[in-house]
């Protein structure tokens, strides 16, 4: 077995990296949004739990709204706001919602088209939009090349959330990672992981039967039918990548992460859009949303009568509906004679939108404000932004959130592409590049149809853009072959048509002398008349 797995009886998940699933468990419960897990996370069960580090510091930390008991008579119910989940769509999105292009900076055709098919396909874009989702809810995400000859000749990028890799940095370079999977053992006193560690140039895999924190013994791949496939030729456990690089990369949400900085090996991860303040500022937000609600529910029109004017009765008993509007029975009053009446008055009590409204507005601003998105991006503004200058210029600080996050991704994008390349070539005998591929990066906000032909009429009108640069413009979309296509056609529509001389014509003969007598008729200084007609 190779050196570099770990050893029998490891204690799992292995120190410091315990602390990061610890916090990635807790993000992944305000990423899924399920109150009731919330509650749990938060509340007695989830004190108990022994897998949370510092518990009873984030117990304290909780205790004002989701630490709190089970909803009862005098507490009003807990919503939850989704605001989380809003957070990682539009990191995604601000990424990945138009494709990258991947291409070689070379120009070889041959290898640009095994590029199309193995990293511009409409599957790979849709891996990476996933992957950013995750990476900026738990900090960050792994990928890594894998092969299948029953899934696809090809090899691809798996990503991996940061909860499911242990990774080992060597002055800010990954150069080594160790995933983990669990599998189902048949054994619900027993957990089996299937442990893929990743260094240069090879893959080792190993089986481990343990429990919930402790790896256990290594027992034999073929024991399992997701692992018995696996052709390990080296030392029993390992597989050439036929590539020197690590076929393996991390992309960091955001960085730094003040909270590993004093923890040399997590100071090189990435900082996760939840941090602690922002969930701190998301449990109010769900504070405020509640008592919105519960105000919702007070504020319901209520009307107080006598025993003796309500109609529906259950037995002997008085009785009521919660949705009728006359329901809360109340006994006879006495009046100023002392005669028996009957009471009748109408409850309706204040529903505080305009205060909830604003401190939710406030409480989300700051959310915002500390992710690095700007108001307009999540529906709030002062004002309506018309042109695209207009929301490009409201929306400065969503871009430059975006702007930073493409630059922790490309060396990531860049590395994990040219090394499937050279996998490629390995296992099928394909060209591999001879330097690295290069990424480019779709605009933020796309021009519509009506803004790109505007900007081609002023460069028709300065003469300042070829035919195949204006037709670029319209349709970024297309490829080489329709642009050229299209050029055609433009020109061929504009070109001038030039009649055809006679062959007969000689510019070079002189002109015929006019006739002698019709100059001496005609004086020099007065021009030819005519005489008129009789």
């Known amino acids: 077995m190779s050196v570099d797995l770990p050893a029998n009886g490891t204690p799992w998940p292995p120190k410091p990296h315990d602390k990061v699933l610890s916090a990635c468990a807790e993000r992944q419960v305000w990423w899924e949004g399920d109150p009731d897990k919330l509650a749990t996370f938060y509340g007695a069960q989830g004190a108990q739990r022994s897998d949370m580090v510092n518990t009873g510091r984030v117990q304290r930390a909780w205790r004002a709204f989701w630490g709190q008991r089970e909803p009862g008579p005098s507490n009003p119910k807990r919503m939850h706001v989704p605001v989380a989940a809003d957070l990682g769509r539009v990191a995604a999105q601000s990424l990945f919602a138009e494709p990258i292009v991947i291409t070689d900076p070379d120009g070889n055709e041959r290898l640009q088209a095994i590029i199309d098919d193995l990293a511009n396909t409409d599957e790979a874009h849709a891996r990476r939009l996933s992957a950013a989702e995750s990476a900026s809810m738990l900090s960050g995400v792994y990928g890594r090349i894998v092969w299948d000859r029953s899934i696809s000749d090809n090899p691809w990028i798996d990503w991996v959330d940061a909860d499911r890799a242990i990774p080992t940095f060597r002055w800010g370079h990954l150069v080594a990672v160790t995933f983990w999977t669990e599998l189902d053992s048949g054994d619900s006193n027993a957990v089996l992981r299937w442990l893929q560690h990743y260094t240069a140039g090879r893959i080792d895999h190993a089986l481990y039967q343990g429990t919930a924190d402790n790896l256990g013994r290594v027992v034999p791949l073929a024991e399992h039918p997701a692992t018995a496939g696996l052709e390990v ?7 050439e990548t036929g590539t020197d690089r690590l076929c393996a990369g991390y992309a960091p949400n955001l960085r730094p992460n003040p909270e590993w900085r004093n923890e040399p090996a997590l100071a090189s991860l990435g900082r996760a859009d939840l941090t602690r303040d922002v969930l701190h500022l998301l449990d109010r937000i769900d504070a405020c949303w509640s008592s919105w609600m519960n105000d919702l529910e007070l504020g319901r029109g209520r009307v107080f009568v006598s025993d003796e004017l309500l109609s529906a009765r259950r037995g002997h008993t008085p009785g009521f509906d919660l949705d009728q509007a006359v329901y809360s029975p109340i006994g006879a009053g006495m009046g100023s004679t002392g005669e028996a009446m009957t009471y009748l008055q109408a409850q309706q009590f204040d529903i505080r939108v305009a205060e909830h409204q604003a401190t939710f507005e406030n409480l989300l601003r700051r959310v915002l404000s500390r992710v690095g998105y700007s108001p ?19 929306e400065r600080d969503t871009n430059s959130t975006r702007a930073a996050r493409i630059r922790l991704w490309s060396p990531t994008m860049v590395s994990l592409n040219t090394t499937l390349l050279q996998v490629a070539a390995h296992l099928n005998g394909t060209p591999e590049p001879s330097e690295d591929l290069e990424v480019s990066w779709p605009s933020m906000r796309q021009q519509s149809d009506n803004q790109r032909a505007t900007t081609v009429q002023m460069w028709e009108a300065a003469k300042a853009a070829s035919t195949e640069t204006k037709v670029r413009h319209l349709h970024p ?25 006679p062959e007969e014509s000689d510019f070079t003969t002189e002109p015929d002398a006019p ?5 001496d008729e005609q004086q020099p200084d007065e021009p030819a008349t005519q005489e008129p007609p009789r």
Do not use: M, P, Q, Y
Request: net charge negative; charged share 25%.
């Open 233 to 239: 030729t080296i030392d029993g456990t390992g597989i």
């Open 376 to 394: 307009l991006t999540f529906g709030l503004s002062d004002e309506t932004a018309v042109t695209a200058t207009e929301v490009d210029a409201k």
């Open 477 to 501: 979309e297309w490829d080489d072959g329709r642009v050229a296509t299209e050029v055609t056609l433009i020109d061929d529509a504009n070109s001038i048509s030039v009649a055809t001389l």
């Open 515 to 519: 006739d002698a007598e019709a100059v």
